[in-house]
């Protein structure tokens, strides 16, 4: 399998622009040499950034472009100003031409899905987009969907779900038959609203050959990896998503402080000091940093806006990944095994 793989970047997106991007190309082609980049933006600013960087020499194109998307932006605005001109559009058309095989943005993620679905359109057999997400848990890692896409889904939507996050987690977990949980309220079959019920029961009467359904699970089932793939529609998602993150960094505060309150907390800390840093590793949301935007005729990676070179380098990683195991034939492999969400 070859290792040349074509990432697109949008340079302009995000809270830092290029100044992160540029650095977490470099880090994320240091740790695969085959990768090359079609880099979109103001070519005055990114250039110095580009030649600055060893480890990108013969491995950048630069796109000029000085049109960004704000970060605040609504999608609908955006798509109208920024279609055919923006960094964040040039980034996702390069895919849609064959020029690249993923892109990636740290931009505006509603302007992003919105011109990610007009340039690549849905892939035959999906209603809709949606975002998926690596959750660390005690076992690994697991791949849950949907974490901000879409607001309320129904039984259809929640299977097709199913089968995306499957071959999301087949590629990246590397998983031949991931188990699929549906997040509820309870594990009981009667729990529930009607839309997760419906898709119980659909997944629980359809033959899967490329992935087994689990059952229901909980809000604590994430941490403990109970599945590897969790499926829920994009508002509890998203709810879920940042209250995780607001949580690990809570308790690396809380640490910190426990740690440096007294002088024998401080000898123990000193003593102890390998396995809190495998914690804080562990918990180090840029570790997993990437939503993988799933459904579409076409990878598009979604990065934190807020996040520095390493976690930017974690995205592109995981667009490597998704473009060189090729995400899309997976997946339309397995929608077409699946008898309830097969396409005609």
């Given at each position: 399998?070859?290792?040349?793989?074509?990432?697109?970047?949008?340079?302009?997106?995000?809270?830092?622009g290029?100044?992160?991007?540029?650095?977490?190309?470099?880090?994320?082609?240091?740790?695969?040499?085959?990768?090359?980049f079609l880099?979109?933006?103001?070519?005055?600013i990114?250039?110095?950034?580009?030649?600055?960087?060893?480890?990108?020499?013969?491995?950048?194109?630069?796109?000029?472009?000085?049109?960004?998307?704000?970060?605040?932006?609504?999608?609908?605005?955006?798509?109208?100003?920024?279609?055919?001109?923006?960094?964040?559009?040039?980034?996702?058309?390069?895919?849609?031409?064959?020029?690249?095989?993923?892109?990636?943005?740290?931009?505006?993620?509603?302007?992003?899905?919105?011109?990610?679905?007009?340039?690549?359109?849905?892939?035959?057999?999906i209603?809709?987009?949606?975002?998926a997400?690596l959750?660390?848990?005690?076992?690994?890692?697991?791949?849950?969907?949907?974490?901000?896409a879409?607001?309320?889904?129904?039984?259809?939507?929640?299977?097709?779900?199913?089968?995306?996050?499957?071959?999301?987690?087949?590629?990246?977990?590397?998983?031949?038959?991931p188990?699929?949980?549906?997040?509820?309220?309870?594990?009981?079959?009667?729990k529930?609203n009607?839309?997760?019920?419906?898709?119980?029961?659909?997944?629980?009467?359809?033959?899967?050959?490329?992935?087994?359904?689990?059952?229901?699970v909980?809000?604590?089932d994430l941490?403990?990896?109970?599945?590897?793939?969790?499926?829920?529609?994009?508002?509890?998602?998203?709810?879920a998503?940042?209250?995780?993150?607001?949580?690990?960094?809570q308790?690396?505060?809380?640490?910190?402080?426990?740690?440096?309150?007294?002088?024998?907390?401080?000898i123990?800390?000193?003593?102890?000091?390998?396995?809190?840093?495998?914690?804080?590793?562990?918990?180090?949301?840029?570790?997993?940093?990437?939503?993988?935007?799933?459904g579409?005729e076409?990878?598009?990676?979604?990065?934190?806006?807020?996040?520095?070179?390493?976690?930017?380098?974690?995205?592109?990683?995981?667009?490597?990944?998704?473009?060189r195991?090729?995400?899309?034939?997976?997946?339309?492999?397995?929608?077409?095994?699946t008898?309830?969400?097969?396409?005609?």
């Amino acid at each position: 399998m070859s290792n040349s793989v074509c990432i697109s970047l949008d340079a302009m997106g995000g809270d830092h622009g290029p100044s992160t991007v540029v650095p977490g190309a470099a880090i994320a082609r240091e740790r695969h040499p085959g990768m090359t980049f079609l880099i979109f933006g103001d070519e005055a600013i990114v250039r110095p950034l580009v030649e600055a960087e060893p480890r990108l020499t013969g491995a950048v194109e630069i796109r000029h472009t000085t049109m960004s998307i704000a970060m605040d932006e609504k999608p609908s605005q955006a798509v109208r100003s920024g279609r055919g001109k923006s960094s964040m559009w040039k980034a996702i058309q390069a895919v849609k031409d064959g020029e690249a095989q993923a892109a990636v943005s740290a931009g505006n993620t509603g302007a992003l899905m919105a011109m990610s679905k007009i340039c690549l359109k849905t892939m035959a057999g999906i209603e809709r987009p949606a975002i998926a997400c690596l959750w660390p848990t005690v076992r690994g890692e697991s791949v849950v969907l949907d974490v901000g896409a879409t607001i309320g889904t129904d039984a259809e939507h929640l299977v097709e779900m199913a089968v995306m996050g499957s071959a999301m987690a087949r590629i990246v977990l590397d998983i031949e038959k991931p188990t699929v949980g549906l997040l509820n309220v309870g594990t009981e079959e009667m729990k529930g609203n009607e839309a997760v019920k419906e898709a119980a029961r659909l997944l629980r009467e359809t033959e899967l050959s490329n992935f087994s359904y689990y059952g229901f699970v909980e809000g604590s089932d994430l941490g403990k990896g109970t599945t590897d793939v969790v499926v829920t529609e994009g508002f509890t998602g998203n709810i879920a998503l940042k209250t995780a993150e607001g949580t690990a960094k809570q308790i690396g505060t809380y640490l910190k402080s426990a740690m440096s309150r007294t002088l024998s907390a401080k000898i123990g800390y000193f003593f102890a000091r390998s396995a809190f840093g495998a914690l804080r590793e562990k918990m180090n949301p840029s570790r997993a940093n990437g939503g993988v935007f799933l459904g579409l005729e076409g990878i598009v990676i979604k990065s934190h806006g807020s996040e520095n070179a390493q976690g930017f380098a974690a995205a592109v990683d995981l667009a490597y990944d998704m473009a060189r195991h090729d995400l899309m034939r997976t997946t339309r492999e397995m929608l077409e095994h699946t008898p309830a969400v097969a396409p005609v």
